[in-house]
């Protein structure tokens, strides 16, 4: 999608400080970090809410789900612990139509979150 930010990202035609890639995913950290650690994970596909996972390839929730802890390990917050959250929607907080998954880590968290 031409006008879709992330896919450009994705794309390289919009630089992003990546920190993971593969053929189905890339993980780049977000530009207004919520926490010390604030990487985001989007499928290269556009897909535009978890709504539209069931359209995508067999294999890509599984990609972009096992690359989550892969990137956690990586950033070195796996022992003290991270969040995995989906923004699934207007009244959720989506603000980029394109599917992602954002990792936080490297401060506590509290519960409920908003």
């Keep these: ?8 990202i ?5 630089e992003a400080d990546v920190v993971y890639e593969d053929d189905k995913v ?4 977000d530009i207004n970090p ?8 989007i499928p290269r596909q556009h897909l535009a809410s978890l709504n ?23 950033a070195g ?5 991270y969040r995995v959250v989906v923004n699934n929607g207007d ?4 603000e980029v139509e394109h599917l992602h998954v954002h990792i936080l ?5 509290g519960w409920p979150p908003g």
């Design 1 to 8: 999608m031409s006008d879709c930010l992330f896919c450009s």
């Design 10 to 14: 994705a794309a390289g035609d919009i």
């Design 26 to 29: 890339i993980g780049f950290r």
């Design 34 to 41: 919520q926490a010390p650690v604030h990487i985001l994970v």
């Design 52 to 74: 539209e996972l069931e359209s995508a390839a067999d294999d890509l929730p599984a990609s972009l789900f096992t690359a989550v802890p892969e990137i956690a390990r990586e």
């Design 77 to 81: 917050v796996v022992e003290n612990g």
């Design 91 to 94: 009244d959720a907080g989506q």
């Design 105 to 109: 880590a490297g401060r506590g968290m």
